[in-house]
């Protein structure tokens, strides 16, 4: 009686700070304008920061549902001698050995809990205190509900384990119906992100990071239609490697769009040209933006703009080589990039992004709003298509 009361008690305190984490979950990753949990007090002690990671879930589902549900099922088992005498849970008799069930269960937990405790503190960075909270619980119920004087957990695992083949003879239609029933549920949470939005952004990030050319590429200095009262300036740097996969956004979203203008500025952060810089952030950007601006005197912008991030040309050798490819004047183009007209227009161009609170790359501005970072495709395009209504 005690056992099942201690055990009975941590897993009721257990499904309350679950439901909190699960509130935490909610307001990081739906709520714009949430404030900061009580548990979210610097960049280490973070819950809110752990809640946005994709390592806040399994297979499209919350960690704090999953915790739900465990302390849930171990309260259940608990209770199981009283269920299975209800006419509709009948089938509940197939667990005869409960307190193995939930020493089984807890050791899983805790084997559980100890990765992601290393996840957070080891890769994440960061520590949600209610998450260790239920780690500590997990490692209580599995230590309680455990005979060591019988078997310990290997007796328990083995208990299950046979009771669950059991349970699955004497019940086939109920397992599989089940199964096919949690099959599907987890098919279809970890292939919509219904609940996971942290993942579902990654996952369309990583599509763009992934691409090697753009096949949304044009040719020229205009991208979109010139005419177009929606301009979005796009602050950008050819040595930084988020604005490759950026730039592979704004091409496919003016392609899908249509009516809107992209007006490209050079923010190279790279100390060469950029006096705003206090350490040198991305190498060779001043020199990859000389060839974009050579390249745009001669009308092929993009066209520049395209190959610089694609093949990052290592000198100025090689910088004519994509000047070949895509038809330019290759006397002018040398000239044009040791110019002093080329490098006043790159510095004007960082003076003008540094004046409009521009300081890093890739920023996008529409209306007057900036929005610093990579964004996932979908959001990037619904942003773009609501100032364009």
Known sequence: ??????????????????????????????NPYALSSFCSIN?????????????????????????????????????????????????????KR????????????????????????????????????????????ALIATDFENGGFIKSIKDSFVDFINGVKNYTVHFVTALLAAIILLTYTSTTNVFTPQV??????????????????VSGNNLGNPNSPIRVQLYSDFACPMCFAYNIMIHK???????????PHNLPLDREC??????????????????????????KYWDMSTLLFEHHPKNDEEAVQLAQKIGLNIDRFKQDIQ??????????DIDYA????????????????????????????????KKAE
């Open 200 to 217: 579902k952004k990654l996952k369309s990030i990583k599509t763009f990071l992934k691409m090697e050319v753009n096949p949304y590429a």
């Open 98 to 141: 409960p307190m193995s069930y939930i020493s089984s269960l807890g050791l899983i937990s805790f084997v559980i809990s100890v990765y992601l405790a290393f996840d957070s503190v080891f890769i994440l960075h960061k520590i949600c205190i209610l998450c260790f909270f239920t780690y500590i619980l997990n490692t209580l119920i």
């Open 339 to 348: 110019s002093k007209e080329t490098m006043k227009k790159i510095t004007d």
């Open 43 to 95: 960049d280490l002690v973070d819950c809110d920061g752990v809640a946005k990671t994709t390592a806040s879930q399994f297979l499209g589902i919350p960690l704090a549902y999953w915790g739900m549900f465990f302390y849930l099922f171990v309260i259940m088992l608990l209770f199981i001698d009283k269920l299975k005498n209800i006419k509709f849970l009948n089938f509940l008799s197939v667990f």
């Open 1 to 30: 009686m005690k056992k099942n009361l201690s055990i009975g008690l941590i897993a009721f305190i257990g499904f309350i700070t679950t439901i909190k984490l699960a509130i935490i979950y909610y307001e990081s990753n739906y």
């Open 354 to 385: 540094v004046s409009q609170g521009v300081i890093a790359t890739p920023t996008i501005v529409i209306d007057g709003e900036r929005y610093l970072g990579i964004k996932p495709y979908y959001e990037l395009k619904e942003l773009i298509k």
């Open 274 to 299: 950029n006096k705003y810089l206090r350490k040198q952030v991305h190498k060779n950007g001043c020199r990859y933006a000389k060839y974009a601006v050579a390249a745009k005197n001669q009308g």
């Open 253 to 263: 979203a003016v392609k899908e769009l249509g009516n809107v203008y992209i007006e």
